[in-house]
Every structure is written in structure tokens, then in C-alpha cells.
């Protein structure tokens, strides 16, 4: 991330973390995918794990879940939360978080479209996994959106504080980005009604 999206999710850490998921039958099956993608001996890596939903929720079915986020805030409340014994929260950012590897899996949920460079971030995954690791990811991508809220809303939104530095990418050049960076892309879809947001697993070859 920038140090502008730090700052940004310093600030919002705490409205992030009281408001309630917008679709929670869509969210819980996209949890149930990457849980049935994950073993008992896998030790995990999560980029960008905000404050801890998903790596409470995925922690406990593997023997290691290490969730890190570039927001102190979001660690701290994360760290307030039950969590597995397997799960420990991180202050880290996403292109440094790597320590411990190689990881079985990493996950980089809602993420790839906040750092500042994704290639570097994809490149850097890559490395950190271990030979056929996997690398389960959703992402935003914005670029598909239409005109008027890539060019207008988006950036309004931006100069006001409420919406964080984004890339502009479309769901094909996130696909060429993850086959570029040297993974092999197993499932893409998406949950629920918002078409913007793509689930990937990609597979390290």
C-alpha cells in the first residue's frame, strides 16, 4: 500500500470493523471454497487480512494462519477478536509480509487492487509459495465498472476521504497480471450479486 491507504484505513479502521457484510450467503461461500482448497498441514499466509474476519474464520483448519496487515488499527482490532489458536495478526505491509515462508497457500483477499505496485506484489508471491502453493485472491476490478464511477464518482469520493487510492485494472488484465507473474489460474468466478469482485485461485507453477 501507500502511505496515503495506510493512513486512510488507520482512519477507518474502526468503521470498517462495525460495519456488517453486505451479503453474507456470498461471502461464507467464498469462504467455503478456499476452506475446501486448504489442508489440516497447510501453513497460510493473508495479505491485507483487515481486521481478521476471514482468517478467523479459515484459521482453524490449518496448522498455521498468518494474517498480516500495512494497518496498525486493523491489527489491533483484529487482535481484540476470538481467534484459533493457529492464527497470529501481523503489522505488515503486503510487498514485506513474507516472513516464515514458504507458505502451502497465500491469500489476498480484497487487496491486489490497494498496493502500490501489483506486479511487484504478484512477483513477490510467487516467490514466498511453495512449488504447486496456492494463491486464493478476490479482487476489485474497477476498471470494468462504468464511466461515470471510474471517472467521476470514484475520484470524488477519493478527494473527500471516503474511498482509498484504487486501481483502475479490469478483470482481463488481472488475469494476464496472475498468468505473467507465473501461476496457473485453477477457478474464476464470483459470489453473490457484485460482478466486480473476482474470485481467483491461481496455482504456482
Same mark, same amino acid.
Given at each position: 500500500?501507500?502511505?496515503?491507504?495506510?493512513?486512510?484505513?488507520? *482512519?477507518? #479502521?474502526?468503521?470498517?470493523? @462495525?460495519? $456488517?457484510?453486505?451479503?453474507?450467503?456470498?461471502? =461464507? /461461500?467464498?469462504? !467455503?471454497? +478456499?476452506?475446501?482448497?486448504?489442508?489440516?498441514?497447510?501453513?497460510?499466509?493473508?495479505?491485507?487480512?483487515?481486521?481478521?474476519?476471514?482468517?478467523?474464520?479459515?484459521?482453524?483448519?490449518?496448522?498455521?494462519?498468518?494474517?498480516?496487515?500495512?494497518?496498525?488499527?486493523?491489527? *489491533?482490532? #483484529?487482535?481484540?477478536?476470538? @481467534?484459533? $489458536?493457529?492464527?497470529?495478526?501481523?503489522?505488515? =505491509? /503486503?510487498?514485506? !509480509?513474507? +516472513?516464515?515462508?514458504?507458505?502451502?497457500?497465500?491469500?489476498?483477499?480484497?487487496?491486489?487492487?490497494?498496493?502500490?505496485?501489483?506486479?511487484?506484489?504478484?512477483?513477490?508471491?510467487?516467490?514466498?509459495?511453495?512449488?504447486?502453493?496456492?494463491?486464493?485472491?478476490?479482487?476489485?476490478?474497477?476498471?470494468?465498472?462504468?464511466? @461515470?464511477?471510474?471517472?467521476?464518482?470514484?475520484?470524488?469520493?477519493?478527494?473527500?476521504?471516503?474511498?482509498?487510492?484504487?486501481?483502475?485494472?479490469?478483470?482481463?488484465?488481472?488475469?494476464?497480471?496472475?498468468?505473467?507473474?507465473?501461476?496457473?489460474?485453477?477457478?474464476?468466478?464470483?459470489?453473490?450479486?457484485?460482478?466486480?469482485?473476482?474470485?481467483?485461485?491461481?496455482?504456482?507453477?
Amino acid at each position: 500500500m501507500t502511505d496515503g491507504s495506510v493512513q486512510f484505513w488507520d *482512519r477507518m #479502521a474502526e468503521r470498517y470493523a @462495525a460495519r $456488517p457484510i453486505k451479503d453474507t450467503a456470498a461471502y =461464507e /461461500a467464498m469462504l !467455503a471454497d +478456499a476452506a475446501a482448497r486448504l489442508s489440516p498441514t497447510d501453513r497460510v499466509l493473508e495479505i491485507g487480512a483487515g481486521t481478521g474476519g476471514a482468517a478467523i474464520k479459515l484459521g482453524g483448519c490449518v496448522a498455521e494462519w498468518r494474517a498480516t496487515d500495512a494497518s496498525a488499527e486493523m491489527v *489491533r482490532i #483484529a487482535r481484540a477478536k476470538q @481467534a484459533p $489458536p493457529t492464527v497470529s495478526f501481523v503489522v505488515a =505491509e /503486503a510487498d514485506q !509480509a513474507f +516472513a516464515g515462508a514458504p507458505y502451502d497457500a497465500i491469500c489476498a483477499f480484497l487487496i491486489l487492487h490497494l498496493v502500490a505496485d501489483m506486479d511487484a506484489t504478484l512477483a513477490a508471491i510467487h516467490r514466498h509459495l511453495k512449488p504447486g502453493g496456492l494463491l486464493i485472491s478476490k479482487t476489485y476490478c474497477v476498471g470494468d465498472m462504468n464511466a @461515470a464511477l471510474r471517472h467521476l464518482l470514484i475520484p470524488v469520493l477519493r478527494i473527500v476521504g471516503f474511498v482509498p487510492p484504487l486501481k483502475m485494472i479490469t478483470a482481463q488484465q488481472l488475469h494476464t497480471r496472475i498468468a505473467k507473474a507465473g501461476f496457473s489460474i485453477e477457478a474464476s468466478r464470483t459470489f453473490g450479486s457484485n460482478q466486480h469482485a473476482h474470485y481467483i485461485v491461481a496455482r504456482r507453477l
